[in-house]
């Protein structure tokens, strides 16, 4: 307490010095004053010093902008998201217009709504601005600084051109106000739509080998090799997981001695708005949602040699950046044991209402029998019909249109590659 009214003081001391030097002045003369009378009442008369404190002023919090499409949702705009919020204090992120995407890119595959869901379903998201411009007006500009307090626009160091091959952050770069981040590597929206693409040929590849020999590539099917290559017909992932990659994604945290662990498991291949709400609603049935993810072998033999679409690693950090999504279990089992929930602390295992069409639930036991048994499974409701097989067949029913699209984009695709420099920051 002696201690804090001594700072006190001379806060005022350094902060006040004129008025300070006065007071000092009359109290020695009262000093004076009091001793030759004899009066001792100078205490009494010495001011509250504490007015002299100084105020602890907040400081400003930094509001960082950033847009994109963010059609077909991966952990690669995740990563982005994650790079800019650390950039500033609040992250507000602009969601382009179909009308804009038609006009500079081509038809996207997801509809604004769904694009709106998986935008706000990230952690790292504080506030979403629906149907923003795909490139920065001045207008548009002044309204991110003066309406939406914005300090600085963020976007990937990988060039976004306008049709006229004008940047579309020029002006932002003018005003002194942009920033720059690290994109990542390995994967990309125009990626996985050839990957889609890819798995049509394969299906066709599959039902002729069903019917008559297929000389040269049979022998492949079986081993792990042969399968990865039909699985993504020549677009086999380039992602290369790192422990640091997880654990930025990761909340950092496990469940509280007394928490109620809500379990959910799935594929989660093609992380779309439909596994959000799944997701958002399996939460709310507790206070820590751990999600199993199946392991990549799992998924082909659930659902043909061309799933998943993403890897097991690919698939896991785009649940992990779910706002929802506490904890993950990579390649998790099939049947969830009672050696599992023990471990875990499991107090509820949920199902939702609209899943994939599995083959080898014909073939197999109920994955679902010891947690019935327990008492503690329950379905519960998924507020979408959306599945990772709706959402291929948006892009395999105007493969054409995607075709021509994605050869544009993976020509620049290529030459950003060839040119690209190493960025530290990310």
């Not at 006065?22 to 205490?43: D, K």
């Not at 939460?283 to 199993?292: A, E, H, I, N, T």
């Not at 506490?326 to 509820?348: C, H, M, Q, R, Y």
């Not at 409701?381 to 699209?405: F, G, L």
Request: hydrophobic share 35%; glycine share 8%.
């Amino acid at each position: 307490m002696e201690f804090e009214s001594s700072s006190r003081i001379w806060d005022g001391v350094y902060h006040y010095p004129h008025l300070f030097g006065g007071i000092m002045l009359t109290c020695a003369l009262l000093g004076f004053s009091t001793s030759y009378f004899g009066v001792q009442s100078l205490p009494y008369l010495l001011p509250d010093l504490r007015i002299f404190h100084k105020k602890n002023y907040e400081k400003k919090r930094i509001r960082v902008y950033m847009d994109g499409c963010f059609d077909l949702m991966h952990y690669g705009h995740a990563n982005a998201l994650r790079q800019a919020k650390a950039l500033g204090d609040e992250l507000v992120v602009g969601v382009v217009s179909d009308e804009e995407i038609i006009a500079n890119k081509g038809p996207p595959v997801l509809s604004m709504q769904e694009r709106l869901a998986l935008v706000s379903g990230l952690k790292w998201v504080d506030e979403v601005i629906a149907s923003a411009p795909y490139a920065i007006t001045e207008e548009f500009m002044h309204r991110l600084f003066n309406e939406h307090n914005i300090d600085y626009i963020i976007h990937g160091d990988d060039p976004c051109l306008l049709p006229d091959g004008t940047d579309a952050y020029a002006l932002a770069k003018k005003a002194g106000r942009y920033k720059q981040i690290k994109r990542t590597e390995g994967v990309s929206s125009t990626d996985i739509v050839g990957r889609i693409l890819s798995s049509v040929k394969d299906i066709k590849v599959n039902k002729e080998c069903s019917e008559s020999p297929c000389h040269g590539k049979s022998e492949n099917l079986n081993d792990s090799q042969g399968r990865e290559s039909l699985a993504k017909g020549g677009h086999v992932s380039h992602f290369l997981p790192t422990s640091r990659r997880i654990v930025q994604f990761s909340n950092g945290k496990g469940p509280g001695p007394n928490a109620r662990v809500v379990y959910i498991d799935g594929a989660f291949d093609l992380f779309h708005a439909g596994h959000v709400e799944i997701l958002k609603s399996a939460r709310q049935l507790g206070d820590f949602l751990l999600v199993g993810i199946y392991a990549d072998q799992t998924v082909s033999d659930l659902r043909g040699t061309q799933f998943p679409l993403m890897n097991l690693h690919e698939r896991s950090l785009s649940v992990l950046a779910c706002r929802y999504v506490d904890e993950v279990i990579i390649g998790a089992p099939w049947e969830v044991s009672k050696d599992v929930i023990t471990t875990f602390n499991i107090s509820l295992v949920v199902h939702g209402t609209i899943a994939e069409s599995n083959s080898l639930l014909n073939r197999t036991s109920d994955p679902y029998a010891v947690p019935k048994t327990m008492g503690i499974f329950r379905m519960i409701d998924s507020p979408k019909d959306i599945t990772t097989t709706s959402v291929a067949q948006r892009i395999i029913a105007n493969h054409e249109i995607y075709m021509t699209r994605n050869a544009k984009k993976e020509a620049s695709e290529k030459k950003y590659y060839a040119e690209k420099k190493y960025m530290s920051g990310d």
